[in-house]
């Protein structure tokens, strides 16, 4: 029983163990060291580094690790030939090596320096522009700091170095962009991404991604910009949102789309970092209900009737499910409808016009008390009520959107 008790413990302590090596993984990956006993004695180093964000290149064939027994961290990785030859890093992404990145707070220890000034430490940003140079200033093992950021350095032998040199010890901090990602927080129509409702405020969520992991990344602070841009002057209010540790959200209001978008198209901006993306907006829009043959319908022309006439293409001889709006030119525009009380959409097409005739309402964000009319086969689809009792039309609010 001991025993078993001695095993729980160590359990639970490993699971302990986990959790936190987990956590201190997530707080402090963007610092990396490479001490080049990674791989064994002889190993020609190319891109076996790639996955922590460095590819080495050099002189002849290429930089290689070997032992130093002039290096107290010995096995370093030398140029080639053995200790003469020039060492070039450059850093990448670690989840998509072919891509650059830019690097900082890139440090290592290179020597041992038998001349000051002997051996020549350049650095470059991420399109190869030179940035600075430092030769070694004393003998023996130098640790060389880079400053600020950078895509590229290289280190070689200018002059005369004795036995030459080789380096060890590389850390550095790939500094990854963010992506930058909107969406709508409890989004009011369900199974249609990020949507929202025209007129009414929606919680914006925006948040920076970190390009490598796909997740937030919280170390993301700052103002981001929001941008709606729109031919109607549907502006946003409220921009630009303050984000900490990578998330940070606004209340927002949209209420129109420009012609017969299906939403509105947003953009994302905060220094080198930016987003873009889409939201569908929906028009909260009272309807009247168009019959196929109006009540106590005796003949054609009966007004209001889809049998006897309609401005788009009818009329139809048959019951059909469209939508008409009050304006002309958006005949054959594809609408989903929906019936909010019971979660049921229709994707349908606008085939008249109707109540009135000159309200592009979609256009504006004001919506007239007639919006619009969904026929009699469409809302007996989408379960909302309609018959002739007690009027000659039903009345239905619905949801819709251009699709
Ligand atoms: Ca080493
Ligand atoms: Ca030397």
Redesign the pocket.
Known sequence: MKHRGWWLLLFILALGALALGIRTIRVSSATTTITFDEFPIGTVIGAQYSAKGVIFSGSGNGPFITSDA?NPTSPVLSGDPL?FGSIIASFVTPSDPAKPATAKNVSFDA????IVGSTTVTWSDINGNVLGSQANTHTGIERFNIPGSIGVFSIAITSN?????AIDNLSFEIALSSTLRGSVLAAPVSGDGDAIVSGRSFTFLVEAINSATGTRDTSFSGLVSIDFPSANNDSVSQSPVMLTQGAGTVDLVLKSVDDTSSGRDFKLSSGASSGSGHLNVWFPAPMDVERWKNCNFSGCPNLGSYFCASACAGPFKQQAEFIALPATGVCRASVLVRNPAKGVSRQTTVEDVGPTLKNRYWNTGSIPSRAGCITDQLADSLGVKNGCSPGPFGHATVLWRFN
């Open positions: 002039a200790f020597g041992y320096f038998d170095e004795p036995a030459g040199y």
